[in-house]
């Protein structure tokens, strides 16, 4: 599949908003950066911004039935398909502080949402199995602690296939896109950059080259072109530095496949932590 087979975005309009009012039966996509493992508590501003739009979003989509989620930390040869009714936890992390390990996320799984995710994804010619023993991983866990603090919706967790490329990526999402108006919340979660080699520590101000990499995103997704984010990898600057492998940045299509068509992306957050690692979040919904 090549980046030219998908239909561009229409153009996007930035907007601080929690929620829009616009298509109240259709719920948003939603791409959020997870961050370090630390920001389960360490929240900075972005983990408010996400409790106060998953309030506002409960409270517009009384009908929110499920989450599906992908992470760059399950990755698996072939699309897998979270199928057990109750996940585990899994601190799949070494090194950080005792009261970290002691967190739990005990969100019920769905598998009977799994089964409908499988059958969408077969349906598209995307093979793929489930898997019953998966726990969920901190890129699933971390951000949905924000989010959904309560862990009373129900999640379904979605692998990153290993030699996938965006447009890859954009098909799963795109496979998905009718569960939107069923009740349930599509979510990529990645980062919007990811070079932990120059993870020092401390408060330091952001690096520049990631605001720049980060708004080359934001104005792509303002200027509604697909084609540019689906080729970020030669056309954003800074690409290489921002992301010395893709695995933490291809959750950003799994969000824009589910997404679909004239969509709006209403920005949630343009946090960065620790100088290198850029928190933005966006939710992805219809023009009004």
């Known amino acids: 599949m090549t980046a030219t087979q998908h239909p561009s975005i229409a ?37 408010p911004a996400l409790t106060q739009w998953g309030a506002a979003l409960r409270e517009q989509f009384p009908q929110l039935r499920g989450i599906v989620v992908m992470s760059p930390h399950w990755m698996a040869r072939t699309p897998l398909v979270m199928t057990g009714p109750q996940p585990a936890t899994w601190h799949d992390f070494g090194g950080f502080p005792p009261a970290l390990y002691q967190l ?5 799984g769905s598998p009977a ?40 919706v129900p999640v379904v967790q979605v692998a990153l296939p290993a030699h996938a490329g ?15 108006s069923q009740g349930v919340l599509v979510v990529g979660s990645g980062s919007m950059t990811h070079n932990l080699a120059e993870f020092f520590g401390g408060a330091r101000e952001p690096a520049p080259y990631v605001l720049e990499f980060s708004r080359w995103i ?10 540019a984010l689906l080729n970020y990898r030669t056309e954003a600057p800074h690409a290489h530095r921002a ?3 893709e695995d933490h940045f291809l ?12 969509l709006h992306a209403n920005y949630l957050s343009r946090e960065v932590m620790y100088s290198m690692l850029s928190m933005d979040a966006f939710a992805l919904q219809a023009a009004h």
Request: no cysteine.
């Open 251 to 262: 959750p950003i299509f799994f969000a824009l496949g589910a997404a679909g068509d004239d």
């Open 104 to 108: 739990q996320y005990p969100a019920p």
């Open 218 to 227: 934001e104005s792509a997704l303002a200027r509604g072109d697909l084609q």
């Open 243 to 245: 992301h010395p492998t």
């Open 113 to 152: 949402l799994a089964q409908e995710v499988l059958a969408l994804l077969n349906a598209a010619g995307l093979a793929a199995q489930g898997d019953e023993a998966r726990p969920f991983d901190h890129g699933a866990w971390v951000p949905l602690m924000h989010l959904f603090p309560q862990a009373d």
């Open 11 to 47: 153009s996007t309009h930035q907007s601080d908003a929690a929620v829009s009012a616009a298509s109240p039966a259709v719920l948003p996509a939603l791409f959020v950066s997870h961050g370090a493992p630390l920001f389960a508590l360490d929240a900075g501003t972005t983990g």
């Open 166 to 180: 965006p447009a890859e990526v954009y098909a799963l999402g795109a496979a998905l896109r009718s569960l939107r």
